[in-house]
């Protein structure tokens, strides 16, 4: 077990890696740039590490701490508890529509990594009220949200999370950063929902479960995992090469495909 320069041991079962470099964390707040009077919504605080900052640049923000004794800390703390609505809870059930007063929020968080992937579709099911958000990942994780058709990482989570928000890598952070260090490379990823996405769809649990069904057969031609789903007209009509890998089709041919897909079952 390690022990933060603060005292507290930190816990592998809520992921907690602490970052104490100074010039990354003011890195990460100059990117998320907090200004006064703006919904600023935290997940996981820990020991404050972006916290403090961010209270002192925006006066006043909302945290989400599973750690009862972390969130215990904050709400004891000699100067930032008047700035912070502490939340104790799991981020992972939390209805964020409660923190929604007619602003939309900025939600950010160094995240745990054992649960970033579900956090990050958590909040996409509730991006109408969601201005953007900045989070910290594992690096694999960014580069899968950002890739391109044709790279390998391009996937499912590429597919899914680019339909909806701008996706902009904005850091690299090195394990020597954090208290414990992970295992692993990190990176701070930008995510600006779109106001009108340039790629429409009518349901994006049909996107999901389209992209599932195409990314779990990763090397077997479009054609083939799409069968029960396309038929050879339904390629033409579609315009999509049904010989082609799922990994050299593109966010549009996605979506024009879960359109099609829905407008059809719901007939
Ligand atoms: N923000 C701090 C920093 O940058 O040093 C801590 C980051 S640490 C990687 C992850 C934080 O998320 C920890 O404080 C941990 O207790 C908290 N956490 C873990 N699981 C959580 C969950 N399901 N909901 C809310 N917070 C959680």
């Not at 320069?5 to 100059?30: E, S």
């Amino acid at each position: 077990m390690s022990k933060t320069h603060l005292g507290h041991v930190a816990r592998k079962r809520f992921g907690q890696n602490f970052l104490h470099d100074t010039h990354v964390i003011d890195q990460i707040v100059a990117a998320i740039n907090p200004q006064p009077g703006q919904a600023l919504i935290e997940i996981g605080p820990g020991l404050a590490a972006l916290t403090e900052p961010v209270a002192d640049q925006a006066g006043h923000l909302q945290v989400v701490e599973l750690d009862r004794d972390l969130a215990d800390r904050l709400e004891h703390h000699p100067f930032l508890s008047s700035k912070l609505t502490v939340h104790r809870g799991d981020a992972l059930k939390t209805d964020f529509k409660e923190f929604y007063n007619g602003q939309k929020l900025r939600v950010f968080g160094n995240l745990p990594y054992n649960i970033s992937t579900p956090l990050m579709f958590h909040l996409l099911s509730q991006l109408e009220i969601i201005e953007d958000m900045h989070f910290m990942l594992q690096k694999e994780v960014v580069d899968r949200l950002a890739a391109e058709p044709g790279n390998k990482t391009y996937g499912r989570i590429s597919v899914s999370v680019q339909q909806c928000c701008e996706v902009i890598p904005v850091l690299e952070v090195p394990p020597g950063a954090f208290n414990p260090p992970p295992k692993v490379d990190s990176a701070v990823v930008r995510l600006v929902p779109y106001a009108d996405p340039p790629n429409p769809v009518h349901c994006r649990k049909t996107l999901h479960s389209i992209c599932l069904t195409a990314f779990n057969q990763r090397r077997k031609t479009i054609r083939n995992t799409m069968k029960t789903i396309l038929t050879e007209a339904d390629f033409v009509t579609l315009n999509i090469d049904p010989n082609a890998r799922p990994e050299t089709l593109s966010v549009a041919d996605y979506c024009r495909i879960a359109n099609w897909h829905y407008e059809q079952t719901e007939k």
